[in-house]
């Protein structure tokens, strides 16, 4: 008996404090799905936005969570509040620097 009780509610904070969601996920949504989301739902003013799900690390009840793991292997015992939002931060990689190379070739010298 599959009901709105066996959805996590999830909102994503972003490092500026503001918020994307809260949206339901069923517990078998991986988390390369919610980054998927959170790249479609990334507000359009915003600077340094993620380009790539690979751009986006999601950081749950302090662990990062891996894009091949579902909500339910990931559900942390802080999550079992009934009618809980659970609030994932993002982090976004800056992108690499073009002249990461000559930065690294001068660091050597």
């Not at 996920?25 to 998927?36: G, H, I, R």
């Not at 990334?42 to 891996?66: C, F, H, M, Q, Y």
Request: glycine share 8%; with cysteine.
């Amino acid at each position: 008996m599959a009901g709105v009780q066996d959805q996590f509610e999830i909102k994503f904070r972003l490092i500026d404090g503001s918020d994307i969601g809260p949206k339901t996920f069923p517990p078998a949504t991986s988390v390369a799905t919610l980054k998927e989301s959170v790249l479609a739902q990334w507000p359009k003013e915003k600077e340094n936005g993620p380009r790539t799900v690979k751009d986006v690390k999601l950081i749950s009840a302090g662990k990062i969570l891996e894009n091949n793991k579902t909500l339910g292997e990931c559900q942390s015992p802080l999550c079992d509040i009934p009618g809980g939002v659970t609030t994932m931060h993002v982090v976004v990689q800056p992108p690499p620097l073009e002249k990461d190379e000559e930065c690294w070739n001068w660091y050597k010298k």
